[in-house]
């Protein structure tokens, strides 16, 4: 049913008329009413049995049901109590589907939802007992709250279940798929970036007036990829705990008293070096375990594939909502790029949109993520960045682009320029709603003249 099928979803549309028609207009306009009435009640006491669930811990806060989800659950109540036409009904039923797809992209467990949902059914029930309703009338208005209810729900639960299955399968695509990269590229460029934070370590440690601007190794190019990337090429690695107690020993102890000068500095710089070494060792030993396989990435640009874009930032929400870093994504669209196309041909095109990627590509951080979002559109996935700095990205590739010349055999394609909508992760669970933000700060920058870029604007 999450897929569209026809078939289920006129079942369920069906379904939900039949349940409507056991009870009389005025009855369920009543029932409405009532509904309306304590609907700011009802969400909060829903909310209140979500929040008592360990589970919901995980995934929900006080703050997020405040500031988002209680005004979005009256709706919801007042939106499937509604006296509706029997052509209205299909719009209910989709918004059950949207609502279950949401609740996997989240990964809010069933049972806490069902839960909370026949606690909220017995209230209103309740409710209703005390209301002047007669007897035969207050069986059928009960009888409707529960059967709508349940029949919601199961709406809910198999979008859930055919959306996580499919969010599931997508994150072992993604995980065999990130393994198989270019292993020997991607291994020689992580050795050139951990040497070099070493050959930076070595010039300042025995120099204390610069002492105190060495980096820690796990803000650096290397550690950002093995904090955000190699945890998935190689989840089950037994060297992954090894070399994150090693990178710990050196930013959280060593690095520490090599800046403070206490000890002999001389020493604790070989054994840094040391533990760099080992570090090398049991990186290197990860990345000779598999073969260079290409597949998974997008034919044209060989950047990654779309659908591997949920999975990406399902780990960095859950990471930033552990961690408190933030992380943004840049959605890049080529301006006026369907000319470049109409002008010298599709062949042409292609050869552009490569060297656009290629410009994008080599312009971000190893533990970057650069996606091929659709047609000329880019998706940029920057890790551990503020406003400042993601604004700083975006300007710069703007400004890479404005001064690129993209000629190609003597076919002159000049002031191709990019459109760029950024949007920072504010610490919401749906990762939609950052792409939303991202999609339409990048709608006003091509509305507002193209070639410029323009930041979300946060709740």
């Known amino acids: 049913m999450a897929g569209g099928s026809g078939n289920k979803i006129d079942d369920a549309v069906n379904t939900w008329i039949a349940i409507c028609d056991e ?63 029997p052509d209205e009904i299909r719009n209910k039923v989709e918004r059950q589907l949207h609502v279950g797809m949401v609740h996997a992209r989240l990964q809010v467990p069933v049972s806490v939802v069902a839960k909370s949902a026949g606690k909220m059914k017995q209230v209103i029930a309740r409710d209703l007992q005390g209301s002047d309703l007669q007897r035969n009338e207050l069986a059928k208005a009960i009888c409707l709250v529960y059967e709508l209810f349940d029949h919601a729900i199961d709406i809910m639960n198999e979008a859930y279940i055919e959306n996580f299955e499919s969010q599931t399968r997508n994150d072992e695509s993604y995980r065999r798929f990130a393994v198989g990269q270019n292993i020997v590229a991607e291994r020689e460029r992580l050795r050139a970036c951990l040497l070099g934070w070493e050959r930076s370590f070595l010039l300042r440690a025995n120099q204390p007036e610069n002492c105190c601007e060495i980096q820690k190794i796990g803000a650096s190019e290397f550690g950002l990829w093995f904090r955000h990337k190699a945890m998935t090429l190689f989840k089950n690695a037994t060297e992954i705990q090894e070399i994150t107690q090693l990178i710990s020993k050196i930013d959280d102890d060593l690095l520490l008293k090599v800046q403070d000068r206490s000890g002999d500095v001389s020493k604790m710089v070989n054994e840094i070096d040391e533990t760099v070494a080992g570090i090398m ?19 044209l640009t060989h950047l990654l594939n779309r659908r591997f874009l949920p999975s990406v930032l399902s780990r960095e929400i859950s990471m930033s909502i552990k961690t408190g870093t933030r992380f943004a994504i840049m959605l890049i669209d080529l301006d006026h790029f369907k000319q470049v196309n109409d002008t010298w041909g599709h ?83 749906d990762y939609e709603r950052l792409i939303n933000a991202a999609d339409d700060a990048m709608y006003h920058a091509k509305k507002n003249g193209r070639n410029q870029c323009v930041l979300a604007k946060t709740d």
């Not at 060792?281 to 990435?297: A, C, H, K, Q, T």
């Open 347 to 429: 062949s042409i095109g292609d050869t552009v949109l490569k060297k656009a990627a290629d410009i994008i590509r080599n312009s971000l951080r190893i533990g970057d993520f650069v996606f091929r979002y659709g047609g000329e559109e880019i998706m940029v996935v920057l890790v551990e960045v503020n406003q400042e700095i993601a604004m700083n990205v975006a300007e710069n590739l703007r400004s890479k682009f404005e001064a690129f010349d993209f000629s190609v055999n003597g076919n002159e394609i000049t002031n191709l320029t990019v459109s760029v909508g950024i949007a920072l992760h504010e610490g919401h669970p």
């Open 281 to 299: 060792f049991m990186f290197s030993s990860m990345f000779d375990r598999f073969l260079e396989v290409e597949n998974g990435r997008d034919d």
């Open 23 to 85: 009870v009389a207009v005025p009855l369920q306009g009543q029932l409405y009413t009532m509904i309306c009435a304590r609907a700011e009640n009802f969400a909060e006491l829903f909310y209140d049995m979500i929040l008592q669930d360990n589970q919901a811990a995980k995934f929900l806060t006080q703050v997020q049901v405040q500031q988002r989800l209680h005004a979005s659950m009256v709706e919801w109540l007042k939106g499937v109590f509604k006296v509706s036409q």
